[in-house]
């Protein structure tokens, strides 16, 4: 079974600092997804960034990116310059597909990131 | 305007009294899925469908029926609601599962 874990319950960071949101993943299928939604007080679901497992490449978008390390188990999204908007809670999640069908999405507990002045 | 709706948003009912979570999307996406909230416990997948008459289970099926008609709908059905189903439910959509999902507003639902 695949599962997905966030150590971190909450985080804080000064304004205009980077953060790192820590997410280690656990699965036995060699092809899968990771994502990272955001979630603000207002309670929508935001997507942010996308990893697939035979990418070469780090995924960046903006001021995202997804720091992948396949060896590791872990896919932690970092954030560059914070912003005060970006106080939310963070949720990474797995996608498991094999023989390229997908099925079920997992998701970890979430961290909740507070930026502050 | 590219969205996936859900209807009602807020609901009380009671114990037993079956109801049905409405979901829609205008995106002609065929994967769809149901999750739930609960604190703590992150999102946790209910249903999910891969397109047209296809739906397979999720983590936490068990209280919860899904059909899914046609394309663009995936009614979210509690036969006979308990409280433990007491959540914040989630609709989304996507082209493929490892495409961005879109997700619905929610819908907050309370059991007596």
């Known amino acids: 079974a695949q599962k997905i874990t966030q150590t971190q319950p909450g985080m804080f960071v000064q304004e205009k600092e980077a953060v790192t949101l820590d997410c280690t993943y656990d699965?036995?299928?060699?092809?899968?997804?990771l994502f990272w939604y955001k979630q603000p007080s207002s309670g929508e679901m935001i997507f942010l960034i996308y990893?697939?497992?035979?990418?070469?490449q780090n995924a960046t978008e903006g001021r995202y990116s997804l720091n992948f390390q396949k060896a590791r188990k872990s896919a932690n999204l970092v954030i560059s310059a914070s912003q005060l908007g970006d106080s939310a809670m963070y949720f990474c999640?797995?996608?498991?597909?094999?023989?390229?069908?997908?099925?079920?999405?997992?998701f970890g507990t979430g961290t909740r990131l507070q930026v502050t002045l | 305007e590219a969205q996936v709706t859900q209807n009602p948003r807020y609901l009380i009912t009671v114990t037993g009294k079956k109801l049905t979570v409405t979901c829609s999307q205008n995106?002609?996406?065929?994967?769809m899925s149901w999750y739930r909230q609960d604190p703590g416990l992150g999102l946790r997948q209910i249903y999910y469908?891969?397109?047209?008459?296809?739906?397979d289970k999720g983590d936490v099926p068990e209280g919860y029926k899904v059909s899914r008609k046609e394309k663009r709908n995936f009614p979210l059905i509690l036969e006979s609601p308990s409280p433990n189903q007491t959540s914040l439910y989630f609709c989304?959509?996507?082209?493929?599962?490892?495409?961005?999902?879109?997700f619905g507003p929610g819908t907050r639902l309370t059991v007596l």
């Open positions: 469908s891969m397109n047209v008459e296809v739906t």
């Open positions: 699965t036995s299928d060699p092809s899968y997804g």
């Open positions: 995106m002609n996406h065929e994967y």
């Open positions: 999640a797995m996608s498991k597909t094999s023989t390229g069908t997908a099925s079920k999405l997992t």
């Open positions: 989304a959509s996507s082209v493929h599962l490892d495409n961005e999902q879109f």
């Open positions: 990893q697939g497992s035979y990418d070469q």
